[in-house]
């Protein structure tokens, strides 16, 4: 789900139902609101700016993240874990370093909750999916019969690896080719 596409409270309200274990995303490093050198959020970030003034409403992905564990917090709900599939190092440990950072922002006893309740592994994909072009729309088309403005096309090889570290346990990945190991594995 895409909280510009769906909406905002959709978003939330899914990631609140008491099933949800597991929560990922890909939004690219930009995304995360911090300084890529440090990997500390940057609390001057205009989204971050809007999200500590008016955390109900988060502007950014890692408020969207601290509201949607503060709602389960408050409803009794258990944590689950949030896992980046972007293409950067260490991606579970800067995005546990930019929502705990916000949260702190916001409430220090939130912040110490998912500090202690939430689980970030890191993951590494490799996998090249080129720029979409309209010629890549077309050959979609041609193939599927249908128009897709969302479609991609990627390269045949593909790996997935997955640190092993979630809170309320996670499919078996395995299956599909994916490897899950400690925090050696995924880094």
Request: hydrophobic share 45%.
């Amino acid at each position: 789900m895409h909280a510009q596409v769906a909406g905002l409270e959709s978003v939330l309200a899914k990631m609140c139902e008491p099933q949800v274990a597991i929560v990922s995303l890909t939004i690219t490093e930009k995304g995360y609101c911090h300084s890529p050198a440090s990997g500390e959020l940057q609390l001057d970030h205009p989204l971050i700016v809007a999200d500590i003034q008016n955390p109900h409403q988060p502007k950014s992905a890692p408020g969207v993240i601290v509201e949607a564990l503060a709602r389960r917090k408050a409803a009794g709900l258990p944590a689950f874990s949030v896992m980046s599939c972007d293409n950067m190092p260490e991606n579970g440990h800067v995005l546990r370093n930019v929502v705990c950072a916000l949260a702190r922002a916001i409430d220090s006893e939130l912040a110490d909750w998912i500090a202690e309740s939430v689980t970030f592994p890191s993951t590494m994909v490799d996998r090249i999916v080129p720029a979409v072009t309209p010629a890549t729309l077309d050959k979609i088309e041609q193939l599927t019969g249908v128009r897709d403005p969302a479609g991609v096309a990627c390269e045949p090889f593909r790996q997935w690896v997955i640190e092993d570290n979630f809170v309320a346990g996670r499919p078996e990945w395995e299956k599909a080719g994916a490897r899950a190991g400690g925090r050696r594995c995924a880094v």
